[in-house]
């Protein structure tokens, strides 16, 4: 007996245990975090790792209630956290800007998380777009730098309301923020050795004094990864190459401004909001994992949303984590659900409620 406690605390000691700091958000952002902890929690206890979860009340309704939107106590303790697991922020009642700039840019230029990166994978059985592309043509990611550029917040308003009112954004590129981002990029794509091609998407006809740096560091450092081809579009045919040849991307590299836009598209691709995660990647710090879809307003509370985003958010946070077989697992289950299960990923079309789904896929877990 005393022998059989003391091998129960030895187990219980070497069991690793992750802290990951949960904000489920607005709208239907907690519906979907739930269902994601539920898969998460069935990979803790197949896969042999523990989760502390601590809830953060962050978003719309807190700012309502308390005029607070995040302090830079919370931001403090979050840095300390091993991961972070966010579902949406965004409210209809207050204004753009106030809550995407006080807590999901803030958390990502503080906590430097300078890579958001984007996979946009089609699975067996998910419709796309895209006639006559399946899932052996749309498989890539997209590396969007989270740091800098047009998001750094650069710029003024002049004579605001006048006739004479000037308005400049401007996009700041540091040396260091593109390489640590090209390099990531080059990284990732060895990491996944698939067709190893890093495509830079970018606008060097115009944009020719932040597009020329990001041009030169790029080619700098693929001198470093000889087994990695090296590809450039400019944004507007990247688009368009992402709708008529999707096949030709592995990595795409690109700035924060367009990575946003490119990866709205991406997501329309894989089959929509329903599915498509990203993350937001401190290497050496702590990183966020979020559904991209945004907080649905309509459809809060309906039990209807898909929570298959969130799922793979947390599937990307366990693979940061180091939990690879985890991870797999919650990407077989999910993978497996969408080809045999829902009958779309659309809102209120899966045939299914959200809590139906999550269930779905921890069961195969
Ligand atoms: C995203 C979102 C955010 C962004 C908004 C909500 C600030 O669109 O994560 O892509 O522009 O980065
Ligand atoms: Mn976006």
Known sequence: MEHERECVAEEYRMRKSYRIAVIPGDGTGPEVVAEGLKVLEAASANFDFGLDLHHYDLGGERYKRTGEVMSDETLEELRKYDAMYLGAIGHPDVKPGILEQGILLKIRFRLDQYINLRPVKLYPGVDTPLKDKGPEDIDFVVVRENSEGLYAGAGGILKRGTPDEVAIQESINTRKGVERCVRFAFEYCRKRNKMKKVTLCGKTNVLTFAFDLWERTFYEVA???????????????????????????????????????????????????????????????????????????????????????????????????????????????????????????????????????????????
Request: with cysteine.
């Open 223 to 365: 001198k470093e990864y000889a087994d990695i081809k090296t590809d450039y579009a400019h944004v507007d045919a990247a688009c368009m190459w992402m709708v008529k040849n999707p096949e030709w991307f592995d990595v795409i590299v690109t700035d924060n401004m367009f990575g946003d836009i490119i990866t709205d598209l991406g997501a329309m691709i894989q089959g929509g909001m329903g599915i498509a995660a990203g993350g937001n990647i401190n290497p050496r710090g702590v990183s966020m994992f979020e559904p991209i879809g945004g907080s649905a307003p309509k459809y809060t509370g309906l039990n209807v949303v898909n929570p298959l985003a969130a799922i793979m958010a947390g599937q990307m946070m366990l693979e940061i984590l180091g939990e690879d077989a985890a991870a797999l697992a919650v990407e077989k289950a999910v993978m497996k659900v969408v080809g045999e299960k829902v009958k779309s990923l659309s809102a209120g079309k899966m045939g299914y409620s959200t809590k139906e789904v999550g269930d779905l896929v921890a069961g195969l877990i």
